[in-house]
């Protein structure tokens, strides 16, 4: 199994600014994934974050906006800049291990709200 | 494509009465498919997988390729069952899962 600690768990933030969430495991994983979850919405796959190469990101998202950071294969950041209230949502950190059956592991979640 | 669709957004059910989640999904391999629940205050987490063909908690799925379904079902729900459920679906060669909206079951005492 592993472990993954995500912080902040929630943060308010103005219009304009920028906030960086960090995702930490307790195990080495290749690749991990960042999700958002809009208000009565899917989990959505913002991008994949690979050690020692630019993340891939998904259709809709670009670096420019939500640039992320893999310096090894133990940690994740995410960045949501120049904020906008269309922007409050939960974003998710996530790994997936590959053993003998797959399972996906999740951060408890940050919760932003723009204001 | 791959979709997956929960139809229900809410879903309220008597304790000790049946209770049956649906997830249809769209994908032209073989996926592999999966529930997630989040309970109150916790973190998503694994109910079960199709392939393991287990009963978890008392929840079971079995994967209808024909109907290209994947409902959860449970005989007799317990008011711990209350939480958000998500269907979801990792395609072949994909690292990633691709989630449903997900359903809020609540279990009324």
């Known amino acids: 199994s592993a472990v993954i600690s995500q912080k902040p768990s929630r943060d308010i933030c103005q219009r304009g600014t920028s906030l960086t969430i960090q995702c930490q495991v307790d195990?080495?994983?290749?690749?991990m994934f960042w999700y958002r979850q809009q208000p009565g919405q899917s989990l959505t796959l913002i991008a994949t974050a690979n050690q020692g190469s630019e993340a891939t990101y998904e259709s809709g998202f670009v670096i420019d906006k939500f640039p992320i950071s893999r310096p090894n294969l133990t940690f994740s950041t995410l960045t949501v800049s120049n904020m906008s209230p269309e922007d409050s949502s939960i974003y998710l950190c996530?790994?997936?291990?590959?053993?003998?059956?797959?399972?996906?592991?999740f951060g408890q979640g940050t919760r932003l709200t723009v204001v | 494509a791959q979709r997956v669709t929960q139809p229900e957004k809410l879903l309220s059910v008597f304790k000790g009465a049946p209770v049956e989640l649906k997830c249809n999904y769209s994908y032209s391999g073989s996926p592999e498919l999966f529930w997630y629940v989040q309970y109150s205050r916790q973190r998503l987490q694994l109910l079960l997988r199709h392939i393991s063909r287990e009963s978890i908690k008392g929840f079971t799925a079995d994967l209808n390729k024909g109907e290209t379904s994947f409902h959860l079902k449970k005989p007799f729900a317990q008011e711990e069952d209350s939480a958000m459920y998500y269907c979801a679906l990792k395609g072949t060669g994909a690292n990633n899962l691709f989630f449903g909206t997900g359903t809020r079951l609540t279990v009324i005492p």
């Open positions: 195990s080495q994983v290749t690749m």
């Open positions: 996530s790994v997936v291990l590959y053993s003998i059956n797959t399972e996906a592991f």
